[in-house]
C-alpha cells in the first residue's frame, strides 16, 4: 500500500447480472445493468469495479463501459476480477455494465463492491486529491504530506513547466501513476516504463503482490500544463496490470522492486522506453525524479530551473535529498541522459534512499536459488558449572542432553542437511564430526530412544570453561561446503581460558551464532554473549532454567529451519489434574505443523492430542503423523492439509498416560511449556539488533511479519512483551563488595558472579528479580523509517532501558481477516549501564601526588543511578584528554570504584581528568571540577580585568 487516495465500498446486497440472475435479458442475449455508486462526501473521482462469484461459459463475456474504452472478461479471466478506473462522468444514468450469452444461455457475476477515488485525509495534515480525469478541467492541487520535503514549499513543478526539448520533459512521458487496492483501501504508486510492456515500481507499493497486482492498472496520461490545466481533448487512460515479472522486497535481498506487465494497445504504448543504467552514479552527478506525489499530477523534482545531486551510492542505495511525498514511492531517480538509476524506496526528509538499478539489473539476471539445506554444529558447555540444578531437580548437564536431543530429533532425516557435536571445558573435542543427518548419524549422536545416549549422552561437566575452543573447533567442521552455516552454543558460564570468544570469532566467515545462556546473571556474561551473537547475524537468548532451555532449543529448530512459532506458553500441571485445558491457535496457510511438548521433570510424562477444526482428533499414534518422544519431551509433526483441514481454530491438549500395573506410581505436578512450529505462511523476525545496548538511551525494536517472499500480511498486528531487570547488578555487587573467584566442579567462577551467587545463596532466591511488560507496536513511518505504511513494526522508547542485565523480548503476531494466523518470536539484548559524564563527575576524587601525578578515583554510573560496579574492567577503556596523560592500566578497587595515575600537565590550562570509552559509544570526559577551558592557571589574568573594569568605572564616575 502506498497513499491513500480512495476506499472500498460494498454493495450489499451484491448486484447480480447475467442468466443465473434469474432476470430476463434486456435486449437479446444481453443483460445490462447500470451501476450508480454512492458519492463520496468530497465528490468521487473514479470508480473501480470489483466482480466475483463469476461463471463466464465459453463464447459469453462482461464488458463494462470506461469512458474512454472498454473492459471486456471472459472465461480466462477467473472467479473474480477488477476494472480499470472508470470515469463516472461519463455516465450519467449509471455505469454500464453487460452480460452478453453469446455462448450458452448460463452463468453470471455478482458486482459486490467498487473502489471509489476520494480525498482523504493522510499523516501530518496531508490530504490527498487523486483526481486522474482532472474531473473539473482545472486541477487542484491536495495538501501534500511534508513528512518527507527537504524544502518548504516543495523544489518540485508540473512537467510541463520543463520546455519541450528538455530531458525532463522527455523522460516523464514514461512515467505514471499505479492505482491498487489494498484491503480496504485505495492507494497509489508512481512507476516507470523500462519495456514496451513491462513497468518498474516500489515493491512495497504492493505488499500483497499476488493479491493486489489484479486490482492495479497504469495511466501515464495524468498531467496537466504547467499552470495546472488541462485541454478539452484530455481523456487518459489506464492500462490493466497482467502480471508480475519478478519482485523484491522484504525478502532478505535488501532489494525494494516489482516488474509488472501491461496490457497494452496493437500498436503499443507510443511513448519512449527508458533504460536502466548499469552502473551506479557518481557522488555529485546531477540526477532529477519524475513522480506523483499524494496521488497528484506528474512533477518533476527539483525544478527544471534547478539541480539536484547524488548524495552517496552503493549496491544497496543510491542517496539524494529531492522532494517527494506519499504516492512517490515507486518512482524513478533518472541521470541527465535520461538513464534510470533507482526506484524510491525509503528515506525521511533530505534523506532519500533509491533501489539502485545495477542491482535490479543484476538480480534480474540471477536464477533464484532453492530453499538451502543446512550445516549445524551443536556447541555445548560441559564444564564443571553444569554439575550445578538447572532449576528443575535435573543437572544443568542433563537439561543440556534433552534439550539437545529434542532439537535433532526435530531436525528432518535424509532432507540434506548436517550435523555434528562439538562440547568444550578447559579444551574442546569435536564429539561427532559434521556428516549428512540420516537415521544413523542421529543414532550416533543420541542413540535411540529416549535419545539420551550416543555423543550427547557421553558429556560428563568438568574443567574450566574455554567458549572460544568450542567455537574454533566446530567452525573446523563447518569448513568448505555450500550450505549455510550455523553455530548453536549452550553455555552456562563464563571464558575463563583462552582461546576467548574474542580471537575465535576472527575468522569466523559467515557462519551465524545462535546463543542459549543457562542460568541467571549471576552465572553468565549476557553482554558477551548479546554482542557475539548480534555480530555474526544470530541471536541471544537467556533460558531461566532447564525447561525455558528445551522450549528455546525448540525455538532454535523453528527459527533455523521452519518459518518460526505460532505459539509459545509455559504452564503448571497439578498432580490431581490428569489433562490440560485445550489451548487454541489459529492456522491459515501453513504447510506443517510441530506441535512441541516439554515438562521438567523425566519421572513425568505428556502426551500430546490435538483438535482439528472439524473437531477430528489427531495424535502421535494417528496414521500419516510423525512422533517422537524424548525424557522431558514429545513432538508430533502434522502435515497439513491434514485430512482436508487446515484453516480456522486448532486446539491442543496435553494428557498425562494412565499407568500401568496394580499400584501406579502416583502423579507428580509438573511445569511444561507447548511450541507451535509453523512450516510454510509468514515469518517474524526482528531486524534492527544491535550489539551493544546501553541504560537510558532511546531504543526503536522493528520486527517484520510478512511472507518470505516479501508479501505483506493482512490485517496485521504485533504486540512486544518486554521482561526486564527490575534491580541494578552493579550496585548490588558495589554494595556487598567484590568477592575472590569460587570453584565449581574444577570450574573457576569469575568475582562478579561469584559475588552475585553468594548473594543467591545468602538470599534464598536469585539476585535479580524481573518484570514483564506489554506494548503495542505499530507500522507508523515516523517509527519504522519506511516511506509507506506497510512496513516493518516498531515502537520508540525513550525511558525502557531503566536498569542494566538481560531483556528478553518476545514479539507476537496476528494477521488475516477470513483466515487468520499467528507468528510469535523471541531474543535476548544485554544491556550495559552507560558512563554518563555528569553522574560519574560527582564521585570523581583527585588526589595530587609526587610532581605533575595525580591520582584519579572515579566510580563509572549513569544519570538514572546505576554503577557500572566492579569487575568491568574490560568493559571499558581510559584514554587521555586534554591535561591529562594516562600512565597505567586501571585498577579495580572491588567496591564500584576505580582508580588511575595521571600525568597532568599544570600549564595546560585544564583540570587533570580522563576519557572513559565504551563499545560503540563516543568517549566521554570527566573532568576535577573547577575552573577549565584553559582558563584555571591564568588567575593573574583575571585579576588584571577586574582592576581595569574598576579603574574605567573610576574615570567615568569622574
Known amino acids: 500500500m502506498s497513499h491513500n487516495t480512495g476506499t ?84 450519467p444514468g449509471g455505469i454500464p455494465i453487460r452480460y452478453i450469452a453469446d455462448g450458452s444461455l448460463s452463468g453470471g457475476v455478482e458486482l459486490s463492491e467498487y473502489g471509489r477515488g476520494e ?35 516543495p523544489e518540485w513543478e508540473n512537467v510541463e513547466c520543463a520546455p519541450a526539448a528538455d530531458i525532463r520533459r522527455q523522460v516523464a512521458q514514461s512515467c505514471g501513476m499505479i492505482v491498487t487496492v489494498h484491503g480496504n483501501s485505495v492507494s497509489t504508486c508512481s512507476v516507470t516504463l523500462i519495456g514496451p510492456d513491462t513497468v518498474i515500481t516500489a515493491g512495497h507499493c504492493l505488499g500483497d503482490i499476488d493479491n493486489e497486482w489484479p ?88 525544478k527544471h530551473t534547478d539541480v539536484e545531486t547524488v548524495n552517496s551510492a552503493s549496491s544497496s542505495s543510491v542517496g539524494v535529498d529531492i522532494d517527494v511525498s506519499g504516492g512517490s514511492s515507486g518512482s524513478g531517480l533518472f541521470d541527465m541522459m535520461g538513464r534510470y538509476l533507482g526506484v524510491l524506496s525509503y528515506g525521511t526528509d533530505c534523506n532519500l534512499h533509491y533501489c539502485p538499478s545495477p542491482s535490479v539489473l543484476n538480480d534480474i539476471a540471477t536464477a533464484p536459488t532453492p530453499v538451502p539445506d543446512q550445516d549445524i554444529m551443536l556447541v555445548i558447555d560441559r564444564s564443571g558449572s553444569m554439575s550445578g540444578d538447572a532449576g528443575t531437580g535435573q543437572s544443568k548437564m542433563d537439561e543440556a542432553k534433552d534439550s539437545a536431543s529434542l532439537f535433532v530429533q526435530l531436525v528432518e532425516s535424509g532432507a540434506g542437511h548436517r550435523m555434528g557435536l562439538v562440547s568444550f571445558s578447559t579444551s574442546a573435542s569435536i564429539d561427532e564430526g559434521i556428516g549428512n543427518l540420516n537415521p544413523g548419524k542421529k543414532s550416533q549422536l543420541i542413540g535411540p530412544a529416549p535419545y539420551s545416549g550416543g555423543a550427547v549422552g557421553d558429556m560428563i561437566p568438568d574443567g574450566w570453561t574455554s567458549i572460544g575452543d568450542g567455537i574454533d573447533k566446530a567452525q573446523s567442521e563447518l569448513m568448505g561446503g555450500a550450505n549455510p552455516k550455523t553455530i548453536l552454543l549452550l553455555t552456562d558460564g563464563l571464558q575463563n581460558t583462552p582461546p576467548m570468544i574474542e580471537t575465535a570469532t576472527n575468522d569466523i566467515g559467515d557462519t551465524r551464532i545462535h546463543a542459549i545462556g543457562l542460568g541467571t546473571e549471576a552465572n553468565l556474561n549476557g553482554g558477551l554473549l548479546s554482542d557475539l551473537t548480534q555480530s555474526t547475524g544470530g541471536a541471544y537468548t537467556r533460558a531461566g532454567d532447564g525447561l525455558e532451555l528445551k522450549k528455546f532449543f525448540a525455538l532454535a529448530f523453528g527459527d533455523i529451519f521452519e518459518d518460526g512459532t505460532l505459539i509459545d506458553p509455559t504452564f503448571e500441571l497439578p498432580r490431581d489434574v490428569e489433562e490440560t485445558e485445550a489451548m487454541s491457535f489459529e492456522v491459515c496457510d501453513e504447510e506443517m505443523l510441530t506441535i512441541v511438548a516439554g515438562w521438567d521433570k523425566p519421572e513425568g510424562h505428556l502426551n500430546i492430542i490435538a483438535k482439528a477444526p472439524n473437531g477430528d482428533t489427531i495424535t502421535a499414534s494417528t496414521a500419516g503423523i510423525e512422533s517422537s518422544s524424548g525424557r522431558t519431551w514429545s513432538f508430533i509433526k502434522i502435515p497439513l492439509p491434514f485430512s482436508g483441514q487446515r484453516e480456522g481454530s486448532w486446539s491442543v491438549t496435553f494428557k498425562r498416560p494412565k499407568g500401568s500395573g496394580e499400584f501406579p506410581p502416583p502423579a507428580i505436578p509438573l511445569r511444561y511449556f507447548m511450541n507451535v512450529i509453523a512450516s510454510g505462511g509468514p515469518v517474524i523476525k526482528p531486524l534492527n539488533i544491535k550489539r551493544h545496548y546501553y541504560t537510558g538511551e532511546s531504543f526503536t525494536p522493528l520486527v517484520r511479519l510478512s511472507y518470505p517472499n516479501g ?96 531483556y528478553t523480548f518476545r514479539c507476537v503476531g496476528h494477521y488475516g481477516h477470513d483466515c487468520k494466523g499467528m507468528r510469535e518470536t523471541s531474543w535476548s539484548a544485554f544491556v ?45 577503556t581510559l584514554s587521555d584528554i586534554p591535561g591529562s596523560k594516562v600512565l597505567e592500566p586501571v585498577k579495580d578497587n572491588g567496591d564500584g570504584s576505580y582508580s588511575v595515575n ?43 580585568i577586574i582592576l581595569l573594569l574598576i579603574l574605567v568605572i573610576i574615570l567615568l564616575l569622574v
Open 8 to 91: 472500498v465500498q460494498s454493495v450489499a446486497p451484491a448486484i447480480q447480472i447475467g442468466p443465473d440472475s434469474g432476470q430476463p435479458a434486456d435486449s437479446g442475449t444481453t443483460w445490462l445493468h447500470e451501476f450508480s455508486h454512492t458519492p463520496a462526501p468530497g465528490g468521487t473521482k473514479f470508480v473501480m469495479l470489483h466482480f466475483t462469484s463469476a461463471d463466464i461459459p465459453a463464447g459469453n463475456r462482461v464488458e463494462v463501459d470506461l469512458g474512454y474504452g472498454t473492459d471486456t472478461f471472459d472465461q480466462n479471466s477467473g472467479d473474480q476480477f477488477w476494472t480499470r478506473p472508470i470515469n463516472h462522468t461519463q455516465f
Open 119 to 153: 480525498s482523504l485525509p493522510g499523516d501530518s495534515a496531508g490530504i490527498s486529491n487523486s483526481d486522474p480525469f482532472v474531473l473539473s478541467g482545472s486541477y487542484s492541487e491536495p495538501t501534500y504530506d511534508p513528512f518527507w520535503f527537504c524544502n518548504t514549499p
Open 215 to 302: 486490482t492495479s492498472s497504469v495511466t501515464f496520461d495524468y498531467q496537466t500544463d504547467c499552470m495546472g490545466n488541462v485541454s478539452g481533448s484530455y481523456n487518459p487512460i489506464f492500462h490493466k496490470v497482467t502480471g508480475y515479472l519478478k519482485y523484491r522486497w522484504a525478502d532478505g535481498s535488501g532489494l525494494d522492486y516489482a516488474i509488472l506487465k501491461l496490457d497494452i494497445p496493437p500498436g503499443g504504448l507510443g511513448i519512449p522506453v527508458i533504460p536502466m543504467r548499469n552502473s551506479l552514479p557518481a557522488i555529485g552527478e546531477q540526477v532529477f525524479g519524475i513522480h506523483h506525489p499524494n496521488g497528484a499530477t506528474k512533477k518533476v523534482a527539483p
Open 711 to 806: 508479501r505483506s500480511v493482512h490485517h496485521g498486528s504485533v504486540k512486544l512483551s518486554v521482561t526486564k531487570p527490575k534491580q541494578s547488578f552493579g550496585n548490588l555487587i558495589s554494595k556487598a563488595g567484590l568477592k575472590a573467584p569460587l570453584e565449581i566442579q574444577g570450574d573457576i567462577i569469575p568475582p562478579v558472579q561469584a559475588t552475585l551467587l553468594q548473594l543467591e545463596k545468602d538470599s534464598g532466591a536469585p539476585a535479580i528479580s524481573y518484570e514483564e511488560q506489554w506494548f503495542d507496536l505499530s507500522q507508523d513511518r515516523e517509527v519504522n523509517g519506511n516511506f509507506e505504511h506497510n512496513g516493518p513494526w516498531g515502537r520508540e522508547f525513550t525511558n525502557l532501558f531503566t536498569r542494566p542485565g538481560t
Open 832 to 876: 550495559t549501564t552507560r558512563v554518563d559524564s555528569a553522574a560519574t563527575l560527582d564521585s570523581l576524587v583527585v588526589t595530587e601526588l609526587d610532581g605533575n601525578k595525580v591520582k584519579i578515583i572515579f566510580t563509572p554510573q549513569d544519570s538514572l543511578g546505576n554503577l557500572l560496579g566492579p569487575g568491568q574492567a574490560d568493559n571499558f
Open 902 to 944: 595521571v600525568e597532568h600537565d599544570k600549564h595546560s590550562g585544564y583540570q587533570p581528568g580522563i576519557g572513559i570509552t565504551q563499545p560503540g559509544r563516543p568517549t566521554v570526559s570527566v573532568t576535577k571540577p573547577g575552573e577549565g577551558g584553559g582558563s584555571s592557571n591564568n588567575w593573574w589574568l583575571w585579576l588584571l
